[in-house]
């Protein structure tokens, strides 16, 4: 896979979801990975497509668990807390971002890509080997975000 798609922080809108969705299948995306605080089953709904979707939850999904079995009963696949994908021997982590610890986990293992939300902040910097993304954030931004990461270019 070169082109994965990047969505975070939900919080529940379904209208924004669905359109950050749009915009990525558009951009070419083959996989999608939301990075938490889904917010709803409504927003879950919204991810499921033709493409493998993957999710982890963050720190305003607080009942996590009913969110993960409708994830799990609409075909998307849940990582949470952490995820891990190979690219062609890299590996990507992804994750919400509010655990301090698990960041720094996976900048100490030397990933090649930490892909975290949590702080409505778009982020794309090398610390280390490592390059950290975050696409924003899709409620409580002052702009609404989504990322795709070429993993070729």
């Not at 927003?43 to 939850?57: A, I």
């Not at 849940?78 to 720094?104: K, W």
Request: charged content about 20%.
């Amino acid at each position: 896979m070169a082109k994965i798609g990047l969505l975070s922080d939900s919080h529940g809108r379904v209208p924004t979801t669905r359109a950050a969705m749009r915009t990525l299948i558009d951009a070419g995306a083959e996989v999608i990975l939301h990075l938490g605080d889904v917010g709803s089953e409504q927003v879950l709904d919204e991810l499921v497509c033709d493409l493998p979707v993957h999710v982890v939850f963050g720190n305003c999904d607080y009942d996590w668990q009913p969110l993960a079995k409708h994830a799990g009963y609409m075909g998307l696949i849940v990582d949470h807390p952490v995820g891990y994908l190979d690219i062609n021997g890299r590996t990507l982590v992804f994750q919400h971002g509010d655990n301090r610890n698990s960041m720094a986990a996976a900048l100490a293992k030397q990933a090649a890509y930490l892909c975290h939300g949590h702080t409505h902040m778009k982020r794309d910097e090398k610390i280390g080997v490592t390059r950290v993304i975050n696409p924003g954030a899709l409620q409580r931004a002052m702009e609404y975000t989504v990322a795709v990461l070429d993993t070729e270019q």
